[in-house]
């Protein structure tokens, strides 16, 4: 994470001052600009050359949603930014991508920072790629690390000509993409609580140090995923008092509809916080009747031998006069009472519970 | 729970996009729409069909109750929402089965969410129930997953004629049937109050590791009460504040009332949290007090066994010139220190109360 | 407390809805009035019947107080009630004995809920009863569950003439009752320090399983005491703000005085739980100590008889031909031999202070 | 604690009521009232007695000064009080020792509570005096229960003619006060800093179990100091809005700056506390460590001896055939074997590094 | 620490009550003025003596920064806060060197306190140093405790001619310079990140006691930055509203920018420390899996050698009529019975995973 905060520190410097940097690395996927303009009648849909962007103008009566991708691509960014007017900061936030969840606004558009999650499974961790939209009065602009799919569902529906997208304003497409990032945190908190059961199954039943690990590593997603959806809350609450009146309001109620789930979603993550809290617990008292079932099975040894090596020295002593010594069963009589001290105390052991491996304490 | 969110997810998007959604599984049960209509002479009672509820009329100077079961009929519900203008999102509420509680309100109506519990003292666990309902000026639509019973007693004191209920409004009828839902919400907290004192109970004479599990799920209950009742709280403060008047004069103590009463509950479930937590550190202690009792076991064993071996290898030993070794008495001069310390040993272990397995400490 | 809680719930729905309900066993007290209207000059005191209740007028240019013990004869209330033009929820407050303290704002009256809090030192208990007081503009009815002898003082006060008090209005006996509730309030909060201050001597001085349980019980206790105070404190805000001028000028000065009392109880209150939590750290410091001076008793035992064991062990072996085996005094240099390595372990357990059974570490 | 509580409680009364009450115990001090006049030119500077107090007329265009030694004096308190109107409650509050730090306002004075501390750093605890304050428009009277010393350097200002302190008015004395009230503050906190910097090392050097009743001791006085210090930053909030003129605005950046300190107070407090549970956690497992070693102090010395006495045991069968028994070697052949195992094992010990008794795990 | 703030506090009186106050030792740097003057045309570079400052006008449309090296030559302060006017308090706030971030608003100019943090990697120890900022109309003064090169970036694009700084006013300057001073901030917060992240690795390898000491260290890394941060946010907050016009509204995004950098900053320190909280779970688990696998240890040599012990024992016993005694075989059918359990036992062992040193349970 260091390397990235420190080199996106660097990229904030160039919006404002237009110092030379050359892009870092060669970016990820080559950067591509894609274009949807659309009413309730008709839908174009085409990439865009950086020459086109910088002299496209929307057509009118049209909604028109412009994609991003590849942000580190900064000449394109440039032209994008220089295109729409955009302040300096918002290109840097774009550049910058490791922003947290805000909303700025400027008089021709409002700036929101947003993050997209995806869950490994296998390493029971998050990474995230950023999302900034610009959201002018007749345009919506995206903008994505890496093709992330995410928004294919809303392409899809624009596409298929769904009655309520196609007909509302760029507005009501801003809260449909926001939806759709919402749908994505709700598949990543299904699948940490998923995992999240099957670790307390596991811990019941056989606890493994592999458990605290994993314990340990969905703590740290949850603290992630808090530490993103916190800051979203904000921005939803700015938008439902729409001050700036960017949307209207028939999308308002949508956009509650959208701040309530992501108060479910805190509470959700909060009660898995809570849920990983209780497994630890679990966890440190297993290592604990560990210790105790070690200590028992020491004490069951010790007690089972130390009398009859007693007994043995006992009747291996040099005098001269012992009983039992010259007898001809002396040494089964001796074997005899080794054994029956040891039944003995293997019946109260049994009675004890104290034979059985599983921690019947 | 996951496995439902994703579904209802998907109902979601049907509202506001019309798409077609077949219905999950078949319903539950089979779903049924219940009407009563009363004033302070006259109570009809009766079911209705889908046709009958698109062009049912409220009899004027009436309250009318309609209930509807079986939520996940969709047609059904589509029927119902037509009829009485619902917007779509709300429409997306009732059937996504997985809301937090919570009040939107329209110009015609007021639009809650609440939760019905179901405590299983078995498992020591709760199922819920979402509660939907929408209260207009002259009627109150409730819809439920499935017959619950728990506003039976409410229609109950309706056809009894019960005097303040039949003369009052439907803003009282909605308070009826919230105060019953709060009713119920007690009766679970009193059941796990009292799985509570006898899991205190057991853990003080006879801590077992199911204690820890069952402290581990009670206080996962908790958690999901405290989720359910913390949003109900703002829910009657926003109607205690009545701003869009749907609430006499006259109701609006009775749901100060209420408020008052989901404050006693919170505040009785931190009590019980802290019970829990006060369990948990029991449990942990009674498991350091048993490592030390084994410890104390072994401790005992060794000193017991260990001089008697020492002196039986003593007079064990091969010198041709030993004490006592050619004496009669000599072996039971021997036996005779063997448990003179024994003794010692014992009576020092009795003054200092290490014997007993109760732990004194 | 679950029985007791879903009886008033019964009783809640009684004042609302007047249905029939037989009073829960005999009331514990036979319930009596208690009357006393005083102005600087005269003090009249006497008991009175539900009768003379209903058509008593308070005598002009007089103070009266009247006090009702034993809040479960229902009869007997209403006919208070009635008199006094209490609404119904006012009513099912003061039968619903589990209520937290709260203030409701009628016109023509306030209404009071405190709660009264017995100690009982032998179990580390709280019990407590719930104190209603609706005060009017020339009237203060005060309901007891049992007559508590809480009030004696003020009574006292009353008859002696004292000045201040005969003189003010009926505001400044409602303060004057409240402040002897604080009374008693900080008469329990001192017995509790005292308990705690005697258990962490105890604790430190040697500790027993009995002491857990004793830091678990003052902590329910000090919860308990919180939940009652925490919501007090809130009360006592509201009456200071005074929006409804039931309290003259004059005696707002002595309601935040009070208000001071709760903060500064509460701020005790957390002082004694830090307190709490810190013994409980010792006492499971305690409990790692033990294990380790077991452990190290068995070590020391060990160390001690284990090299003896051996020496006598290699001269016991049957070789037929071992040093000292035939010599005279043999024997008597093995013995020698393991009294020297004895000594010198005591010496070393001596120097590294391991033979103490205080916890030296 | 408690007696004093009760105690003063009972003085509470007299306050208001007029009860006689003798002064508890002789007056710890003889109760002393000292003057200071002064405007830039002049100052004067004389005892009191209870006559010339009540008679006392403050010069004009001077700043007073006025304080009070040894509150226990009733009769003189009383004097006082009456010379300047004080309100009954005001000398309650002077009376009652226990008080956290507040604000009254009444027309004539504003009344400030607070607290002034002493450190004992033998026993890591602190004691604490109540100082009150009134200050009028031309006067401040200052309360103790007894000499202190802490306003020693401001009267040594005074004295020297110090210019800003002489030339500004009787609210910049009160701000002076506070601030060397402040200054002492500051003096306890660096010294409970430099024990906890003393215990924690101690403690990684080598831990005992004083050190736990050290940091226990370390964390009551931090909570002690926390609520001094907590309801003094509202005190002097208040004092900053300056609601009633009581401050010239010259003085009122002085209060904000003192008002900066009490945060400053709190948070290197709150870093104090953390520290301590820091410490408590090191200790815990230093004990944890400490069980570690005398385990396997044990299990060194078991599996160094264990092995010699089997050996031994072999030889000391009496088997009529067995080698080397009749071999003149092989006594010592056995003891070779004996010490070759016991040196194997040392140096698997050492490379684990289980012979050293520090614990480096 | 203790000492400096006892220091800084006498140097507080000084600025209020010009005492003469020898500087504390001698200043560690030499104190000295340097000032830049810039527009967009020219930039004039300079040191100056005190003698200079004191006359020193600010050119006509000219920015001015002046920064000071060395606070604590106390006359030359003196000097410079003569000529720019500055309150005797703020030239106490730029003495008292261990002051928290805060923020004064005076007529002519804004004083902000902030810190600049050295971290050492070596100790893992942050130390910190003030640096006090007046923002006048047209002029900025800096003061630091010795020269940090903090700034040296923004003197670099000074001198560079970097557009938008020379073009802009002397509040981007400010704006500026707090930027990198938050450079700085981040570049601390990565150096304990990857600390933190080392030590991590370090503690699922291997862990040892100097691991719990670096938790203990780092932890008290991060509460110093978050004491230094959290009011820094108020005074960016503060600035941000602007209430005395020092800002432009052109520079105003930029604050914006930089206080959603301090939330970023917090919130980062919070997931670190929360990671910090798992760190000291996991080493107190990986100290009870030591003591477990002690304990097994001991429990594998005893369950080896005391069955082989008891049966030499047994053979060793003195009967005259014993099996096997004398038999030729005797002797290696006894190794043979020890053997054979002590295989069995081992095989047992393996197929438990007890055998192996790492922590599998």
């Known amino acids: 994470m260091s390397k990235r905060k420190h080199m996106h520190r660097k990229h904030r410097l160039l919006g404002t001052d237009n ?5 870092p690395a060669s970016a990820e996927a080559t950067a591509c600009i894609h274009k949807m303009c659309y009413n309730a009648e008709e839908l174009v849909s085409q990439q865009l050359t950086m020459q086109e962007i910088t002299h496209w103008q929307a ?46 606004s400027y008089p021709e558009y409002l700036f929101l920072e947003t993050r997209l999650f995806y869950y490994d499974a296998e390493s029971l ?27 294919e569902p809303v392409r899809e529906r624009l ?27 709700f598949q990543v908190l299904e699948a940490i609580n998923e995992d999240a059961e099957r670790l307390e ?26 530490r993103a959806v916190w800051p979203l809350r904000e ?13 209207s309001p028939q999308t308002v109620p949508y956009l509650r509809d959208l701040y309530d789930h992501t108060v479910h979603f805190t509470e959700s993550l909060e009660a898995i916080r809570d849920t990983l809290s209780g497994l630890m617990d679990i966890y440190m008292t297993s290592l604990s009747q560990r210790v105790n079932l070690e200590v028992r099975a020491l004490t069951v040894v010790a007690m089972l031998f130390m009398p009859a090596t007693l ?7 040099n005098f001269s ?7 001809t069963y002396g040494f089964w009589w001796a074997i005899l009472i080794m054994l029956t001290i040891a039944i003995a105390m293997l019946l109260v052991f049994w009675r004890r519970q104290w034979l059985s491996s599983r921690h019947q304490q």
């Open 159 to 185: 596409r298929q000509g769904q009655a309520l997208l196609r007909k509302s304003g760029v507005d009501y497409l801003c809260y449909a993409l926001l939806d759709s990032l919402m749908e994505r945190y």
């Open 201 to 226: 199954a596991h811990l019941l039943d056989n606890p493994s140090p592999e458990d605290l690990q994993n314990i340990h590593r969905l703590k740290h997603v949850s603290i992630e995923l808090r």
């Open 19 to 23: 110092k030379v940097i050359t892009s």
């Open 125 to 151: 961790s998050v990474s995230s790629e950023q999302i900034s939209m610009a959201l002018g009065r007749e345009w919506l602009l995206t903008f994505q690390e890496r093709p992330s799919g995410s928004f």
């Open 235 to 247: 921005v939803l609450n700015s938008l439902i008092r729409n001050e700036h009146g960017f949307f």
């Open 59 to 104: 057509p009118p009566a049209h909604v028109a949603w412009i994609n991003v991708h590849g942000v580190l691509d900064i000449a394109l960014l440039q032209a994008v930014a220089k295109r729409f007017s955009l302040h300096p900061l918002v290109l840097d936030d774009i550049l910058n991508t490791e922003q947290r969840a805000k909303l700025d």
């Open 311 to 317: 007994i043995a020295g006992i009747f291996g002593m």
């Open 321 to 327: 006069k012992m009983p039992w010594i010259d007898d």
